[in-house]
């Protein structure tokens, strides 16, 4: 039986704007995954945090992220509260920049 990889949490912050942006990335291991990305958005009156990467103890199916990071992919949520609408527009507006590694 193979063992169940150890998902790794990071927390990364950039700025949009005027506006801090809070990033929490989890993935298999030390590298991102190798299936690709995933990006978790919810809505500006919710974190992401607590709605995809759930922790309940005694249940390890609990969360999105871990889910997909055991898969193999690289999963992202941000937080958009307090950020204003109209710089949430914008930001979603634009096309996603294309990540390619080191």
């Known amino acids: 039986m193979t ?7 990071r927390e990364h912050w950039t700025h949009k704007g005027p506006s801090k942006l809070f990033l929490w990335e989890k ?3 030390a590298s991102p995954g190798p299936l690709g990305t995933i990006l978790f958005v919810h809505g500006s009156s919710m ?4 709605t995809f990467d759930l922790q309940v103890p ?15 992919y ?3 949520c941000q937080k958009n509260f307090r950020i ?6 914008a930001f979603f507006s634009q096309p996603a920049p294309v990540y390619r590694g080191a």
Do not use: K, Q
């Open 74 to 76: 690289d999963t992202w």
């Open 84 to 89: 204003p609408y109209h710089l949430l527009h």
């Open 3 to 9: 063992a169940e990889p150890s998902i790794v949490g």
């Open 58 to 72: 005694g249940r390890t199916d609990s969360s999105a992220m871990d889910h997909f990071a055991r898969l193999g």
């Open 27 to 29: 993935a298999a291991g």
């Open 47 to 50: 974190a992401s945090t607590p």
